[in-house]
């Protein structure tokens, strides 16, 4: 049986609950996914600041998930905040849903192009297709401009306004699939794919899997190099408890 902690970075409980949702409808009937979000830190993540300012209660989420015997992790905001530190921690697979959903793209088509929510975010989602080697496969990064927290929101008209983006991102780019720029929108995923005529890939469904497969495979963090454990240290001030 394989449990895997599903960590929503932000801390909006009602998107936890939607992306808890998004992984237990893909995961085996045997695996047990726990969604969880941190008790401090942004409700949203929409800029580098936030994207900062969360990655202190995710890791305090994946130490929680070490104690509990998690055996891998899906960190569940499209800004992959915190990955390789929460590598580091963490004793199975961790996956980021950029990371995870830009493989998956790459797997059924030549490009992708990336739909997301704030402009101001389009270019974290480049340096991250550059940094998992994806720089020429990613086709185009266009924003909606609906803040997270409005996605679920039925005035926003947020799946007619992701809907018509994916559409013409399609025509504009060329690419052959859509990757979904937020977790919020992982709900969207199944609705889309029929609308807009290429696969869209949520990359919480994604992570998921990938996180299940690695961990049926006997597939771990290496704690060799890079990913091994922080040696002891003091951290002063709010991070007093962060001593590892
Ligand atoms: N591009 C994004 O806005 N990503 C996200 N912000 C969140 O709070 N969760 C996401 O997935």
Known sequence: MVHIRVINPNTARTMTESIGHR???????????????PAMGPESIESHYDEA?????????????????????VIA?????????????????????????????????????????????TGRTRDLAARY??????????????????????????RKVVADLCASAVDRDGCDSIVLGCAGMASFCTDLSRRVGVPVIDGVAVATKLVESLVSLGLRTSTR??????GPKKYAGLLRDFSV
């Open 23 to 37: 992984a237990r409808a893909v995961a085996e009937p045997s695996t047990i996914v726990t969604a969880v979000n």
């Open 133 to 158: 080697g994806f720089a020429d496969a990613c086709r185009g990064v266009h924003a909606c401009d609906i803040p997270v927290l409005e996605l679920d929101d039925p005035s926003s008209n947020a």
């Open 225 to 230: 190099g890079e990913f091994a454990r922080p």
């Open 53 to 73: 300012l969360a990655v202190p209660g995710l890791l305090a989420e994946i130490a929680a998930g070490e104690a509990a015997g998690a055996d891998g992790y």
């Open 77 to 121: 905001c499209f800004g992959d905040p915190g990955l390789d530190a929460a590598r580091e921690l963490a004793s199975g697979p961790v996956v980021g849903i950029a990371e995870a959903a830009m493989h998956a793209a790459t797997l059924v088509g030549r490009g992708f192009s990336v739909v997301t929510t704030l402009a101001r975010t």
